[in-house]
């Protein structure tokens, strides 16, 4: 069984990218375009893995992290962050809401697939 990945990103341009990346990887992906969007995915869909951007309309990263950390049912979830920031106070700040991991934008998607490894394992 392949894993289930959530993306939340509201570049419709990343999530295309993201889907091709992670469907030709094998992985199953499922999309949200910001993070109360990502909310209600994550009421219907079980993933293994949530990739989310930061800067986004409605709910941002940070906003979307701290309220799946908040969910018992989904608390342990790994969260890659990937994001065009790299300012190491907004790292620290997704640290603190309880990122997995931070992948800036432009992404390999090599490497991409290899965070997911390494997080989901």
């Known amino acids: 069984m392949s894993l289930t990945i959530l993306t939340v990103d509201d570049s419709r341009t990343m999530r295309d990218m993201l889907r091709m990346a ?6 199953r992906v499922v999309q949200a375009e910001d993070g109360l ?11 293994q893995v949530v990739i ?7 709910m941002d990263g940070f906003g979307f992290i701290e ?9 342990a979830i790994p969260i ?5 920031e790299s300012d190491d106070d907004k790292k620290q700040r997704a640290r603190r809401a ?3 991991g931070w992948i800036v934008k432009p992404f390999d998607p090599a ?11």
Not at 37 to 47: I, M, Q, S
Not at 67 to 75: G, P
Not at 80 to 84: D, N, P, S
Not at 111 to 121: F, G, Q
Request: cysteine-free.
């Open 111 to 121: 490497k991409l697939v290899a965070a997911i490894r390494r997080v989901a394992a």
């Open 22 to 27: 992670l469907a030709d990887a094998g992985y």
């Open 80 to 84: 890659l962050v990937l994001t065009t």
């Open 67 to 75: 309220a799946v950390r908040r969910d018992a049912q989904h608390r």
């Open 98 to 100: 309880g990122a997995t």
């Open 37 to 47: 969007d990502g909310l209600d995915v994550l009421r219907r869909e079980e993933p």
């Open 52 to 58: 989310t951007d930061i800067n986004m309309p409605r």
